[in-house]
Every structure is written in structure tokens, then in C-alpha cells.
């Protein structure tokens, strides 16, 4: 069974090979290659899966050894493959989603010419972000991660004509290489503390190392997941990349590549849990980003900028959950599942709007799309009624999981992160009211385009409406079938330990809370919008709603901080390099040269010259030597 | 008289012919002082050869006289190439190294 | 003999010898210094050698005096007379210093070091003269004592002094050399060249119908020109044919024409006639 384990990445990687490689004559196959390796991908996911379940819950983990990466004395890099129980899960959500998206792809880019391509780079990044969820060592882990940067890199500016586009993908290039060297640094800090940096000896012996290193560790792995998972502060990349295509957007920048920083702090959960100082900074980076991304989502207009805010503020409450040591990793892991389904299924409705409104993005010229959208409509629908915890799906049993987590860590502390993640719920059910509201309720307030094209939406094609279909069953049931008899904690918690934590309020209280806040901020949008009529223009709004508009003016904030400290930093240090470094230097150089012209002077080509000069030096040689015979 | 006189007149004459090489231009002319002091030194060597008494000083002085006889052909010929690439016997002409 | 023997001091004889001859030696090293032609720096050079010869053997060196004589006086002093010869024995010297503080650095130097050397001698204790007499009779001679050693002690010296005059011969030839780029001609050949070229008899002789009969001065054609011709080859290719050129004899024209114009003689002919007084043959077509 075990040598199947790299297969799962071998498949992807041979469709990106092949579509990146084969040139034209694929262009009209490709998309199906693409399709069939991702499925092929999947399915080996599903064989291992079934036989992980037949075996005992102590021994499920496979390890498979490819070769030797590096072979150093003292330095022992493998490509080495592991996957327990938590990777499975990611490999199931990764291939699974990935394989729907690449089917919905199939429509959404019939009509692009380089749609072969794209197929290529999704396979390419599934079967990087496969050796990110099953490498038994960081470094393999990092190969990974760079590989799923690369490709994020590749497809959020795959319209590269468009500038922003172009802009967007450099942009998430580089803030994702600030988190990268966290990664890097962490990695190295492993190194130096522990001599290797493979799961089984790092964890293992996390526990018996300072803290003063540990943190360091943490700290670092923490700035790596804020890159990668767009939390503050390197979360500006993030409503950007929406310029990909929203495939793209569904899984990777929803379901699975911005979620590898929660995978990271979950599988390095040993770490963390002997290092409270780094877990605590975890669960602020949380629940900040948690209110930020909700905040941000309720002021935008753009459907697809307002879904990215609320996958910032998800992943906020997974990382928040992540942060709450053993208590929170497993409801972590739970709602990054089902957040990947129902997010992934409100980007793809998302998608399908945009397909059939001529790529029009703005939520106020759209309105009423119901009648003309039916199966995105329900699709989508069940998709928000998942994402804002109403009873029953799957986002209800997740947040709710990690909204008692939140209050179980106890003390202070358990009280404002509980508060936090209540009023984060409350403002998700108002932003994805007014999704919603906008979307598909009331009038419809759309325009002929500048070139007096009227849209004309339509339903989307199948190959788009049955990924869908599929990720709305996915959101409806996948959190209760998870929560149900505590599957889920049962299936993980060999891998990440699990722990009740004292919980101050019973479940039954914080559920109550959590339908309240969601009532609270369901019933405020639809006031705002249900009931009246949405302006096409936007109205100036208060000052966080503009500011909310500017994504909290995060820009601004790099801008004035990072850029233009940065020019006056290296403005500085260029000036001390002119003046101290090179007038040091110059001047060296200037008086060595003043001195050897006047040197050179004595060297004037007269033959004459040389001699009185050998013969004054002989005479000086002789009256030394009569001085010292007379001393 | 003492015979150390001829080491004072050997001396003098050395020194007059060193001035002579630092002062003439005429490479020949300074040929001519070198040989001076070579002969300055022979003297020199020919009073030590007295004074201690045996002949190995006035040995010496052969072969100096030997040696500057090889160097004089040698020399003289040099300033004939010279001579006859330059139109001038010169030795500051002779400097093509200066800058 | 006995002088030398006796050698902390010596003879009256030798010391009014020295007192003479030393002078002389030092006039001469002077006066090759500072005479300004390379001759005369030879000979006065050549006149300090024999002082210094006879000094050698004053001071029991018979063989070096004697070789002193033929070979540095003889041969070297007659090898430098003949590149003299050959640069140009006419060439003065400017005794003009041309490079900056050269002369009193020179003087300064030579000072110096002569001082140090004769403060040196002063110094040492040099009280106590063996003489050579017993060294010249111990194998029967001057010139036997030195064979003794040279073809003893120092016969590696001597070996490799030999292998030095041969290296030197054969540097003095290399540096000499000039390839040869053509065949040498024949007698045959220069002779028929001869009778073919323009100049059957031999060339003309230099200084004919002029004003000079020196060898650097050209010889002057029935036109006043002068001929090159006439000045032998090698003084021609140095370049040290005297000045009688056409700027002269234009010189002298101009003069004659101004006297002329003062003399009232408004005959332009006579006075381009007059103007050219070098050429005796078209001033008696003239008188004609």
C-alpha cells in the first residue's frame, strides 16, 4: 500500500509535465488529461483512504522512502513520504475539490486559448500542494510549499495581459516570500536545535528543548502560515489574487493552498504546545484576522473580493482554533474541511454568476438573478446557509465547535476569544446576507455594457453545475456526518491529541449564542438590504466603511511603513555608503595616487639619476656599516 | 712616506671617477670613468697585495683587469648599436622609459 | 728591494715619486672628467693609466705594471680611441647640466663617499707594511709567484675568467651584427657596376671650386650647387656635411644685389648675373 503514497503525486505531476511540455497538439485534449490525472489523483486517495479505515486507529500512519534527497554526512535530506490520518485528510479535500474544480474548469475556460495551460498549472499546483500535505520532513514541506507558491504565482496572473493581474501575482509573490523565509528560518532553527528536521524526531523531542528556542521556532513557522494563509499582517495578497480566474479562486485561494498555514501549525502542534508564548501570538493573529477579514468583506462590492475577505476571516477562526493548543487543532482541521467545500462552492457560484453576467463583478449590477441562475441560486444558497452556521450544515457544527474550543482555553483569555469568535459569526452572517441579498434578491440593476451589450444570464453549462451540485452536498452534510458521534475527533485524534478543555459555558449555551449572533447579523443586513432597494452607485459611506472599501488600508499601511521606510532606509545607507564607505575608500585610493604621482616623479628615465641615487644609497650602506664598526 | 698614501690616492681617484659618471652625458666619456674607478680599485688592491705581504692582491687585480676587459668590449659594442640606432651617444637619450 | 722590504716606510725616491706622479694621476682623472671631447678625456685617461702603471711597480707588482700598460693603455685605451673615432671625434660635449640638482647631487655623492673612504683608511690600522719582497723571491720572480697561484689556487677563477672572454667576444659580435640581407656582391660584379653606372672615374673629391678643402665640406658643381657626391659616404649618412647650402649661397646673393642696387647698377641681368658669383663659368660667358 505504501508505494501507492507517491503515486497520488505522480499522477498531477505527470499531467503538468505533459500540458506544459506537450505544446499545441494538446490543446484540444489537454483538459481532459488535466481532469483524468486530477480524478486518477483522487482515486488513489480514495484506495488508501478505505485502507487506512481497515486498520487500527494506533497504526494508520504509512511512510514511504523515495530515495535519498541529500546525503550529507550530518545532514540527511529524503524524499520521504507519510501520511497519517490528518494528511489523509488532506489529500481527500485536496484531490477531491481539486478534481471537481478541474471538471467546472472544463466550462468555465472553453473559451480561453490557453486554457491547456491552465490545466497544467493546476495540475501543477495539486501535486505540489500533495508533497506540502504528505512530506515526512519540513524540507520536502518547503519544496512543497514554494511549489504551491509558484503555482499560485502562475494562476493568479495567468491573464497576464490584464496589468493588475500581472500586478496581483507579483504582489502575492512577494509578501508569500516574506512568510517563505519564516518557513526557511524555522527550518533552519530545526536544523541547528535538533540535527534534522523530520516530523517523527523534531516532535518527538520538542518537548525537551528551551523555551527561548521553541518560541523562535513557532514564531517563524507562525510568520510562514501568515503568508501562506493570508493573516494579518501579510494578508494584503490575498484580495488581489481574486484577479485569477475563479477556479483558481476556488481552490486555491479558498480551499486548499491558503489553509497550508493551518495545516503547518497543526502538524507542528508539538511545537507549539511546549512554546504557549508563540500559541498565544497564534490566537491573536487569529482572532485579529478573523474580525479584519469579516470587516473587509462586509464593505465590498466586487462578489469575489467579498468571498476573500470571508476566507481571510475563516481561516482566522481555524488559525484561532489552531492556536488553542490540543483543544482547538481537530475543530481547526474540521472547519478547513468544510470551509473548503462551501467556500469552494461559493466561489464556483460565484464563478457561474460572472460566467453568464459578461464577467461583471460588482455585486449592485447584479440583483434578482435567482429566477435566471436556479440551480448557482440553490447551489450558492445552501453554500451561504453553510458558511454563516445555520443549524444543521456543516459550517454550524465546525464554528460552533471552535467557538466552545475558544471559551474552553478558560480564564480571560477564553472570554475574549469566545467574544470575538461570536461577533465574527455575527458579522459573517451579515456580510454573506448581503452576498446574497445582493446577488440574487430584489431588482436586477444590470446595464448594457460600454460596447451596448445587455447581459443575458443564463444558467451555466453541466461540467460547471455538477461541481456545484457535488460542493453543496459537501456543505449541507459534511459537518454533520463529521460531528456526528465525534467521527472526526475520533479519526484525528491520534495525530493531534485531543482535549476537552474547561469549557465555562455548557455547549448548549455557546450554540444558543452562536444562533443568536447569526439571527442578529442575518436580520441587520437584511434590513440594509433586503427591504430596500440596493443603489447601483455606491454610496460614501461612513469612515470604516471606506476604509473597509481600501481593505482596512492594509496598501496604505505597507506603503507608508514598509515602501517608504524601506526607500528611506536604503536612501540612508546609500548616502553612509557615498560618503563614509566610499570616501574612505576613494580617499585611500586618492591619496595612494596623489603619492605615487609624486613618486613617479623620481622616476624620470635618466639613467643619471638611477645611479646617483644607487650610488648615495651605497654611500649610506658604507657609512652605516664604518658606524657600526666604530659603536 | 708611508705607502697608505696610495689607498688615499686610490680613494680620491674612485671618487673623481664616480663624479665623472654621474656628471658626463657621453656614454663613452662615462665608460671612461668606470674604468677609472676600476683602475682606482686595482691600485687599491695592488697596495694591499704590499702590505700583507703576498701576491694574492695583485691576483685579484688581474682579474679585475681581465673582467673589465671582457666588459669593455662588451660595453663598447652596446654603445655602438647604440650609436647607430640613435644617431647619439647620449645616455639620457638612451630613455625611453621616462614617462 | 730593500725598501720595499723595510715597508712601513719607504724610499725618498718613491715618495717624491709618488708626490709627482700622484699629482699627474689626479690632473689626468680631472681632466677626463671635465674635458669637453671624448678624445681628450682619453688621452688624459690614458696618461692616469700609465701613472697607475708605474705605481704598480713601485709597489712590487712588475707583471701587473707591464700589462697595465700593454693591454689597458694599448689595447682598451686604443679600442675606446677607436669608437671615438668611429661617433664622431669632432662631437664636443655641452658641459651644460641638463638634468635639475643632477650636478650637485653628483658632487655631493662623490664627496661623501670619498670622504667615507679615506676617513675609512684612516681608521684602520694600517701602520705595518710587510712588503712583497720575500712573496717575488719565493718562486723565483714576480711574475713565477703569480703563475704559482694563478695555476693553483685560483685556477677555477682563472677557468671561468677565460669562459667570460669568450661569452664577451661573442656578445660584442651578436651586438655588432647586422643581417645580411642580400648576397655580397662579387668583384666581378662591383666592377661591372662601375663601368655601367654614371661614375666611371673616381667620385670627385670634396671642397673643389669652393671656398673650403675640408672632407665635410661638399664640393660645388659648375652651378654653384653643392654635390653631395663629393663628401665620403659615411660622414654623409651621419649627417655631418658642413653647411654650404643653398641658404648661404641665397644669403650671399641677396647681399650681392642690395650692394648692387646701392652701386646704381640697374641692370637686372648683371644683377641676377652678379647675384650668382659661384659660378665662374657663366660669369665669363658674361665678360664674353
Redesign the interface.
Known sequence: MENLIALLVAAPLLGAAVLLCGGRRLDKTGHWLGTVLAGASFVVGLILFTDMLGKDAEDRALHQHLFSWIPVEGFQADIAFQLDQLSMTFVLLITGVGTLIHIYSIGYMEHDERRRRFFGYLNLFLAAMLILVIADNYLLLYVGWEGVGLASFLLIGFWQHKPTAATAAKKAFLVNRVGDMGLSIAIMLMFTTFGTFAFGPVLESAGETSQGKLTAIGLMLLLAACGKSAQVPLQSWLGDAMEGPTPVSALIHAATMVTAGVYLIVRSGAIFNAAPDAQLVVVIVGAVTLIFGAIVGCAKDDIKKALAGSTMSQIGYMILAAGLGPIGYIFAIMHLVTHGFFKAGLFLGAGSVMHGMNDEVDMRKYGGLRKYMPVTFVTFGLGYLAIIGFPGLSGFFSKDKIIEAAFAKGGTEGWILGSVALLGAAITAFYMTRVMLMTFFGEKRWQPDAEGHEPHPHESPKSMTIPMIVLAFGSVFAGGFFAIGDRFINWLEPVTGYDHGHAPLSAATVTGATVVALVVGVGIAWAMYGRKPVPVVAPRGSVLTRAARRDLLQDDFNHVVLVRGGEHLTRSLVYVDHSLVDGVVNGTAASVGGLSGRL?KM???????Y??SM??G??VV??AT?LMR?V | MNPVNYLYLAALLFAIGASGVLIRRNAIVVFMCVELMLNACNLALVTFSRMHGNLDGQIVAFFTMVVAAAEVVVGLAIIVSLFRSRHSASVDDASLMKL | MNALAAATTTSTGEAFQFWILGTVAVIGALSTVLLKRAVHSALSLAGTMIVLAVFYLANGAYFLGIVQIVVYTGAIMMLFLFVVMLVGVTAADSLKETLKGQRWLALGCSLGFGILLIAGIGNASLSTFNGLGAANTAHGGNVEGLANLIFTKYVFAFEITGALLITATVGAMVLTHRERTERAKTQREMSEERVRGKHLPPLPAPGVYARHNAVDIPGLLPDGTPSELTVMQTLRQRGQIRDVSRQSLADLKALEQRSGERLGREDADAVARGADPASPAENSEAAK
Do not use: S
Open positions: 613617479r622616476q624620470n628615465g635618466y639613467a643619471r639619476t645611479a646617483v650610488f648615495g651605497t654611500a658604507i657609512a664604518l666604530a
